[in-house]
């Protein structure tokens, strides 16, 4: 199967050159970016006043969340996810998971979000969704143990069978990550356990750390130092591990990330919704880690909007700083595609010969988006997931000129509306 995509503005190369060109696409790859490609096609694709891009990689979400959207709003961290969060997701089942799974997909679809590092339960139900949807999946199963043994057991039993179950599928869009939740949730014995078993498997790790000021009292205060230190003193840490949030970081937590060549995924609307703070980007990127863009679950945030959460990390960054020249445009259109690419080790966030063909097509006939002076510009201050008309995801159609070809899409939310009954 070959994509022909004609005429559009291509954000083409790690350095995002805008360039009026064709792309031509052949299996799961690009093969050409040039003017006037006149090669047959399968499929031609009019994208005239049209931005073909990248597309985004949500670096941390919990997809599924999506059903307690606007279920329990303005309240912090620890709140809201012991008294509002926790005893909802214990009425979740395997079915609701995985119609949770769908809205998500069918919302990342809709707004240009092509692949997604995810953290929930019941990940095989979620990874049969993806693959139903078109969408590249990492999906770690969240485990949380509060120091209880057994408990510890129980979850590294179901992360193992999750492991295989979505190993069995035999997709290249979708693969198992190791999710120990938290330093604050799991214990020392159960993430050297996940340490050992990531490295076994060659799996990438996931987990949640340095998220608020409580984070730091709790965890200093039960083993006397931060959560990074703690973390690199039990050898958990590396190039494969990718954390969420990062939000209280001191200067030594950060030259240790460095050093690992750890990936933080930053979840500015997240951050700011539940009041955890401001993350560190500049000392971060000065210090050289790679920092990805997150939007979190859509109970945090309220939405997997890559294109909102985008303005949101410049926009968050300038005002802390009194500096608007930091989290400048291009740095952040980085964070929400390359950057995420290379956290994943995937040959993807980038147009280019030889990358896979993930990438959105954006409609700029609009007045928002006029006119054109600066195409990545106005994919940061101007643009919103709407926005996206056309998803492609290694070289398969998912969304057409704003039609979902992969999901029905009315199924899928009324779907959605019966499962959010039971949980009210
Ligand atoms: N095995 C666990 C499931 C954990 S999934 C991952 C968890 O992360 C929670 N979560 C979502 N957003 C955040 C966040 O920003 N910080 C910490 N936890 C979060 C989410 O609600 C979910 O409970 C169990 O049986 O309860
Ligand atoms: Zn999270």
């Known amino acids: 199967m070959s994509i022909l995509i004609k005429n559009g503005y291509v954000i083409y190369g790690e350095n995002l050159n805008v360039v009026k060109a064709d792309v031509l696409i052949e299996g799961n790859r690009v093969v050409s970016v040039e003017r006037n490609i006149n090669e047959a096609a399968d499929t031609v694709i009019d994208a005239t006043g049209r931005v073909v891009s990248p597309g985004f990689i949500n670096l941390h979400t919990h997809s599924p969340m999506g059903l307690l959207r606007g279920l329990a709003d303005d309240l912090p961290l620890m709140d809201w996810l012991q008294n509002h969060i926790w005893p909802r997701e214990a009425k979740l089942t395997p079915e609701y998971i995985k119609v949770g799974a769908y809205l998500g997909a069918l919302e990342m ?236 080790r995937l040959n993807a966030g980038v147009i280019k010969e030889g990358y896979l063909a993930d990438i959105i097509i954006i409609n700029f006939n609009r007045p928002h988006l006029r006119p054109i002076n600066d195409v990545i510009s106005h994919l940061v201050y101007s643009a919103n997931g709407n926005d996206v008309e056309t998803t492609i995801v290694g070289g398969k159609i998912l969304m057409l000129d704003g039609e979902v070809l992969t999901l029905d899409e009315e199924k899928v939310i009324s779907e959605a509306e019966k499962v959010s009954e039971k949980l009210a």
């Open 109 to 344: 679809i809709r707004s240009g979000t092509t692949t997604f590092l995810d953290m929930y339960f019941h990940m095989d139900k979620v990874a049969e969704a993806v693959l139903d949807a078109g969408l590249r999946g990492y999906l770690s199963y969240g485990m949380i143990d509060l120091g209880d043994p057994d408990r510890t057991e129980r979850e590294i039993k179901e992360a193992l069978r999750e492991m295989e179950a979505i190993e069995k599928l035999n997709s290249d869009r979708v693969h198992f990550v190791f999710g120990p939740h938290a330093p604050y949730t799991c214990s020392i014995a159960l993430l050297k356990e996940v340490r050992k078993l990531a490295s076994e498997h060659r799996k990438l790790i996931t987990i949640h750390v340095s998220e608020t000021m409580a984070e730091i009292g709790q965890i200093t205060e039960r083993y006397g130092k931060s959560p990074v230190v703690l973390l690199d003193d039990i050898g958990f840490l590396g190039n494969d591990v990718i954390i969420a949030h990062g939000v209280w970081l001191d200067s030594r937590d950060i030259q240790i990330l460095a050093r690992h060549g750890v990936t933080v995924a930053h979840n500015p609307g997240s951050n700011m919704k539940l009041a955890s703070g401001v993350m560190p980007l500049e000392k971060l990127l000065n210090a050289g880690v790679n920092v990805g863009l997150g939007t979190d679950g859509s109970a945090s945030n309220n939405n997997l909007d890559m294109l909102e959460e985008m303005k949101l990390a410049a926009l968050l960054h300038k005002v802390h700083n009194l500096d608007p020249t930091v989290a400048d445009a291009r740095t952040v259109f980085r964070m929400a595609t390359q950057n995420g690419a290379k956290a994943l």
